[in-house]
Structures are given as C-alpha cells and as structure tokens.
C-alpha cells in the first residue's frame, strides 16, 4: 500500500495526468489550463481553469482526470473541478463620482457581470463576510440563518469558510453527507429547519486546510452546484474570512442578492470592515448592512456593561459609507458558550435579550434583501455553461 506523505505528491499525480487529453489532444499535466494541484492526507484536489463556452468539451477531461487521480494508490478521495475566471465589466463613472453613497449594486448601472455557478431550487444567495478574522462572522451567519428561518423563510447555510469551517461544531452536525442514486449529487445534511453544508462535514474536524487561492473557490463551487438545495427562500454563506482572491472569486461567480458585513467596534476591524464593502461594491454586490458584532459586554455575575472594544463604531462607518446599519450584538458568554455546545443562542434560548438582537438584525436582512432582490429581479437565475 503507497504511503500518503512518503509517495502520494503532486508529482504523482502530475504524471498520472499525463495521460489525460485535453480537448485539443495536450496532455493535461502541461497544459495551462490545470492551475492548480493539492495533495494533504490522501485527498487531492485539481482545478482546471476554461473559457466557459467549452465546458462540455471539458466535462469529459474532467472526468477522465477524477478517474485516473482515484484509481491511484493512497488516493482517499479526488474533487477535480471546472472553473472559469470572467472579466469583470468596467463599473460605470458614476459609481465613483459621488463616494460609497446610497447607491449599490445594479444602482449603479448598467447590467450585472454574468455568473458562472447555477443554484437551482435557491431563490437568493446572500453572502456573510468580514474583512478580518475573529469578529463571530460565523456565529452570526448560523444565528441569522434561524431568525431568517423564524420569519418563515425556508433556509440554507453553506460553510465557505474553507480554511476553518465551524458550522459542524455550531449545528453539532458530524455526520457524512449523502448522495443521490446517481452518486454525483450530494444531500445537504439537516438541523434547526436547516439545510446545511460545510467542508467539515467531509474532512476530519483537526485536518489541516492548507490550500491553494484557486482551490478554494474549486470547493465552494462544488458545494454550491454539486449539493440538493432547496427548495430554499434564502441561502446564507458564511464566507471566508479576508477580502483575498477568494472573496473577490466568489463574489464574482455566485450571483449574490447581498452582503452582510460583520466588524467589532474597534478601528483596526472598521478598516478591514471597510475594505469589505468596497469589494462588495466593486462586482455590483448590493450590501445588505453591517453588523456590530461584540459590540459590548454584559457582566454574567452583576449584569453591568462594559464596552471593551469601544462602542458605535460599526454604526458611524455604514453612515460614513451610506450601507444600512443591521443592529448590534453583545459580546455575552452565553452566546459563546451555547456555540460551542453546538445549541446556537437561538435555539438554547429564544427569549434572551441576545437572541432578540439577533432576530432584529435578520429583520433588517430581509427587508433590504427584498428590496435588492426586486431592484435585480430582471437576471435572478445563475446560468451554467
């Protein structure tokens, strides 16, 4: 039996594709068109990256390679994916002539990028984002996802935060997805009303994600297009952390309805904050509002409150920038100690003040998301190619 970390390497599997063709008869190992090989504990994961008008040529080459990379020894699992890199269509004058302002998304003329990743039986995509770690992006993206549930919206959560997924242990989900008779569609797996999908669902919880840039977005949209959603009214992702090629991909190919955007009060969080708006703006992605998140602290023993990390920062730079301001949420160790249990404060306790503040901030959500949905009603489906 071949040893994972002694023989399985990228060169392994770089020579195995050797004998894969591309459409035009180039072995694959060479062309241009393979940006991207990861080997870690006996996964590996390709991108190949197309003009999207040939992606039925390439379906065959990208079965081909998923063929030939799991027949090799040592190999647990394969995902080779297709990706495609659109050029984004230049923003209107207008969009920069007057600052952030009020005016986002298909406001700024013109029609949006086309996308790359279809979601059939999902009405609207909204994306969770951050433009740092560590700010409870993803506490908030499972808590919003149930108060958006509780206004009676059907509701899905996707974990894209590839690097460090926490929707297993936020949900106390363990189990592997399944699939469908076919074997090529996966089932999203299922708690609180719902539907859910994290790559934590399909590694182990201590496995290192030492990734590539292009190998997540190959991730994310497997997670998008190869899983049963639906039929879903809303579905939440929680996004990666940062505002790097990954965000900036993602953006660009899921036809998002909105951002949420996630910050503490404090100034180094704000910038990055801001950061995350602007690329949002940049692909035509309406924000949907920022959330405060650790806003200030409760005292569990006398109840007191303490702004730790200052106070009202959040709310000062979505006015600075004209983005609606979602509402503010404690830092309270019942939130962060219900997380853990895998019982968000939601679902341990729906009548505590902090859970209140969450179903406010969903409230403000939906209202823009069905503001912004009606503003881009003209182009609501993502189409494959």
Request: charged share 20%; with cysteine; proline share 7%.
């Amino acid at each position: 039996m071949m040893s994972h970390t002694a023989e399985l390497s990228e060169d392994t599997v770089r020579s195995t594709l050797a004998k894969v063709r591309t459409p035009e008869g180039v072995a694959l190992s060479v062309s241009p068109a393979l940006s991207g090989v990861v080997v870690t504990s006996g996964k590996v994961y390709l991108s190949i990256n197309i003009d999207p008008a040939q992606a039925r040529a390439w379906e065959d080459v990208r079965i081909a390679a998923e063929n030939a990379v799991k027949a090799l020894p040592g190999v647990a699992s394969a995902l080779v994916t297709l990706t495609a890199e659109r050029k984004q269509a230049p923003a209107a004058p207008a969009a920069h002539s007057h600052g952030h302002g009020h005016a986002h998304g298909g406001a700024h003329g013109g029609a949006p990028a086309p996308r790359g990743i279809a979601v059939p039986g999902v009405a609207s995509i909204i994306a969770v984002a951050s433009g740092k770690g560590g700010v409870g992006k993803s506490t908030t993206s499972i808590n919003l996802a149930i108060a958006l549930r509780d206004l009676g919206l059907k509701v899905g959560l996707l974990d894209a935060d590839i690097y460090g997924p926490s929707v297993p242990r936020l949900t106390g989900v363990a189990q592997k997805p399944e699939t469908t008779a076919d074997g090529k569609t996966m089932l999203p797996l299922e708690n609180f009303g719902l539907q859910l999908m994290s790559i934590g669902f399909l590694v182990e919880e201590d496995t290192p994600m030492i990734w590539r840039g292009p190998m997540v977005m190959s991730a994310i949209s497997q997670m998008l297009k190869d899983v049963k959603w639906g039929p879903l009214d809303v579905l939440v992702v929680d996004m990666p952390p940062g505002t790097g090629d990954a965000q900036l991909t993602m953006a660009q190919q899921v036809n998002l309805a909105g951002a949420v955007i996630v910050s503490t009060p404090q100034d180094l969080a704000l910038i990055d904050a801001r950061r995350g708006v602007a690329m949002f703006e940049r692909v035509n992605v309406p924000i949907l509002g920022v959330v405060e998140n650790m806003s200030h602290f409760i005292c569990p023993h006398c109840g007191g409150r303490s702004d730790i990390f200052g106070h009202g920062g959040a709310h000062a730079e979505a006015d600075k920038l004209g983005v609606p301001f979602l509402g503010e949420i404690p830092l309270h160790m019942r939130i962060r100690e219900m997380s853990d249990a895998g019982l968000p404060i939601l679902i341990s306790d729906p009548d505590s003040p902090q859970a209140a503040a969450y179903r406010h901030v969903a409230t403000g959500v939906k209202a823009a998301l069905d503001k912004a949905t009606a503003q881009t009603r003209q182009a609501p489906r993502i189409v494959i190619e």
